[in-house]
């Protein structure tokens, strides 16, 4: 691979990859996700089978293409045709419907409520209300295809920042774009960079953070495994900016397909000249290097993350002085989070004022959510920032499965705020998300429908995030315990109202007292809910009930006489042997042996079995 030198190179080398560019290609999303659901098979299937057919197509393994939920997804090129579910078996039957100008109607989408059939990607709401932008080319570009980046304009803001702006111009820039950290806590990457900039310090550090810990949440995986090269160019310019020479990509050790594709990247932009020493001919050196994190929650905090960089145990610190004047080994430092490193290229190639006429007065761009839950189209999703949540859950989402009611919607993952249908029209960005209690986080959203008990969810989260505390202060290691214990005792109908009380006083100390964002957020779940659902709390305390039936100690699981048929398929599916009844007649449920596994309710046909 021929080492770039300046912008002639890269421009004469960009004209060489569009020459060979194919017209017609199938993209089939090879990410995690598609992997979990047979795409390596299909993708050998398509390999083979073009081979032997002879086709001049060519077969892309991209990134996932956002609709996780009906992988493995296959992109027909130039037409936009898009199958879903595909398998190794339907390879034969796309291929021939290919040569001969057909459709294979057995794999298009169908909408699930409307039933409506879509043919091309575009015309998917799914897709349709989303703004692809920096996962834009994630179903047109291999990862590690130079090649292809250069296609679609790869490095020319790389190149642009380099050779033609001062670190300062491009700062402005960022500053003028608004552009807000995708990380969580949403801090102005422009002012970040600029006080690191001015750091007098001759050696600075840039660290992505892809230390991505949110159940639910795999944003930061998906652009990496799909478009390290983006996330690194955006890193480049950054590093340029601030003044950095070295940098650090920290991945966690649960994502060994973005660890590989991020090491790979690097190794090819080094071979390229486009890491290491003079990058372009600009005079200017900068390397990165992959670093493992061990898997803590805690560790996506930046003092955090710096200290287990560092090689330390991941536990925070006091933030009165900033990473950017004293951070990785007291050297200024400036930490971006995946996705606020993958926009800087869009900024620096577009301008700060195109950036800043996206979203809302303070939000600004877009935002890439995982969605997942009680909806039908669970995925990757990038929407512009003031989207309003019912967009994104009905028309994006394609609405609740089975026909059921929207009960709440949690954004910012466990240490996010459970939002009621009521504020379901909220535009979608930080401030409006923190007033109303909930965060934008890093970019986790579930949707929970009406079998969902609101005292339980916040009771897991709670055990989630009190498990993950570092232990360091005790506001957020004794004050979560505490939470938990109480939180149990309501849930197993011991719960009194003093305990509801008390959860709300914990709440606000936690996360007034705490020393980091883990702490100091931790108790959004229960402070929501108390908000939003205290009814369910009341309910749990003072009628020992959980409408949702989840909660096992308050539950009851009956057979109505008038609806049971005497099918036998609940007396054979119980586990304990709790039913018992003869064919053609009504059953009954011994309350003594139930174990309420709920798995009766769930085989009934009849709507036979009910929670009292």
Known sequence: ?????????????????????????????????????????????????????????HVKATGDHGLCGYAPVMVVYPEGLLYHSVKPSDVPDILAALETGEVVDRLLYTDPLTKETFTYEKDIPFYKKQMRLVMGLMESAEPLSVDDYLCYGGFSALAKAMLD????????????SGLRGRGGAGFRTGWKWEDAANRPSPIKYIICNGDEGDPGAYMDRCLLEGLPFEVLEGMIIGAYAIGAHEGFVYVRKEYPLATHNVQEAIGILRELGLLGKDILGSGFDFDVQVVRGGGAFVCGESSALIASVEGRVGEPRSKHVHATESGLWGRPTVLNNVETLANVPFIVN??????????????????????AGDIYNTGLVEVPMGIT????????????????????????????????DSQLDLPVDFDTLDAAGSMMGSGGMIIMDENTCMVDVARYFVKFLTEESCGKCVPCREGLRHMLEILDRITQGEGTMEDVELLDELGYV????????????????????????RDEYVEHVKDRKCRAGVCKALVRYEIDAQACTGCQVCFKACPVDAI????????????GKCIKCGICKDVCKFDAVKVV
């Not at 090879?30 to 081979?51: C, F, I, K």
């Not at 059921?404 to 240490?415: H, I, L, N, R």
């Open 1 to 57: 691979m021929k080492r770039l030198g300046n912008r002639e190179d890269l421009e004469r080398m960009r004209q060489e990859a569009l020459s060979k560019r194919p017209e017609r290609f199938i993209s089939l999303g090879m990410g995690t996700a598609s992997r979990a659901h047979g795409a390596e098979a299909v993708y050998e299937a398509l390999q083979e089978e073009v081979t032997k057919r002879g086709m001049g197509v």
């Open 165 to 176: 702006m001062e670190p300062q111009a491009i700062i402005q820039e960022v500053i003028s």
């Open 510 to 533: 936690v996360a007034h007292a705490s020393l980091c964002g883990l702490g100091k957020s931790a108790p959004n779940p229960v402070l929501s809910t108390l908000r939003y659902f």
């Open 580 to 591: 018992s009844g003869k064919p053609k007649e009504i059953h009954v449920i011994d309350q």
């Open 350 to 371: 577009r301008g700060g004022g195109w950036f800043a006429s996206i979203g809302t007065e303070e939000s600004k761009g877009t935002k890439v959510f995982s969605l």
């Open 389 to 420: 949540l019912r967009e994104v859950v009905y028309d994006i989402g394609g609405g609740i499965q089975g026909g059921k009611a929207f009960k709440a919607v949690q954004t910012g993952g466990p240490s996010g705020g459970c939002l009621p």
